[in-house]
């Protein structure tokens, strides 16, 4: 089977630092990542854009634009990227240097930071950047539901937002990173209504090895997402993500392949990936 994990991180946030040393356990390094990939036999994973100007600052106004993957200078030849969008700084300049980042073979998408960041998707300030991915034929990843920083401002990370974005700009690919959590069923409809919005499941849940082992066997917390997953009727537009390293990636496959059944696990883990990320090719 082949499993593409669409959401990870690999830049150098001092939050992520701190939540993969004292919370998941992961090794968020280099070689972390490269064993990971190995150990659970990943072909591909897809790491989304982030910075920050300064330790703790993320959400940080002064971040680079484009943002990448700054953990390392050299990256696994299984990484992918989705350049992350700092709306502060969008100008004609950087906006240049966000094309120039389009064009990079290993880059799949755009993402962008709503509720980090106090923009609605529908701010006229994104315009620029919906263009160039529709020119480029690029998803837009759309960060949806809580945040993992305080200082954010969820209103506009609830996922309903992404509705009128959808039906306004027919020509652009969306993805609901998170399924919008914990708005899931509300991201679920927007899915099924919009033929060009796709969702993922990362982040669900964050945590260790052991916190999994508990609240990844409570029914509720199970049935939750099974029935969102399920009124959403969308399997070929639901992507596989475990948020790497707020979550050990085969932890996370093992949870996800709980609430999702079993025939439309190939499609969730790898297959749908394939056909939202056009420039990936598995050899
Ligand atoms: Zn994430």
């Not at 634009?65 to 299984?78: A, C, I, T, V, Y």
């Not at 506009?156 to 690919?173: I, K, Q």
């Not at 609240?215 to 399997?235: D, H, K, M, Q, V």
Request: charged residues 20%; glycine residues 6%.
């Amino acid at each position: 089977m082949i499993i593409i994990d669409a959401h990870i991180h690999f830049s150098r946030i001092a939050s992520f630092k701190d939540a993969a040393s004292h919370g998941s356990g992961c090794d968020y390094s280099l070689a972390g990542l490269q064993t990971e990939i190995t150990r659970n036999h990943v072909s591909v994973v897809v790491g989304m854009g982030l910075q920050e100007s300064l330790p703790y600052a993320f959400p940080d106004a002064a971040a680079p634009n484009p943002m990448g993957l700054d953990l390392s200078d050299s990256w696994p030849e299984e990484l992918y990227s989705c350049p992350g969008i700092n709306p502060y700084n969008l100008t004609k300049e950087s906006l240049d240097g966000i094309e120039k980042a389009l064009q990079f073979p290993r880059t799949v998408g755009i993402k962008l930071y709503t509720g980090y960041y106090p923009f609605y998707v529908t701010d006229p300030v994104y315009e620029p950047v919906y263009d160039l991915a529709a020119r480029y034929k690029l998803p837009v990843l759309i960060h949806s539901g809580d945040t993992f920083s305080d200082r954010a401002l969820i209103k506009y990370a609830h996922p309903l937002t992404v509705d009128e974005l959808a039906v306004r700009h027919r020509r652009n690919t969306f993805v609901i990173t998170h399924m919008g959590d914990p708005w899931i069923r509300d991201a679920g409809q927007i899915i099924r209504k919009n033929a060009n919005v796709w969702t993922d499941v990362a982040g669900l849940l964050v945590g260790s090895r052991r916190y999994f082992e508990e609240s990844a066997n409570e029914p509720l917390i199970l049935n939750e997402f099974r029935y969102a997953l399920i009124s959403a009727a969308s399997w070929d537009k639901i992507l596989f993500g475990s948020d790497w390293p707020l979550a050990p990636m085969d932890v996370y496959r093992d949870f996800v392949s709980k609430i999702v059944p079993d025939k439309h696990l190939e499609n969730v883990l790898g297959k749908n990936a394939l056909n939202l990320f056009g420039r990936i090719s598995i050899r």
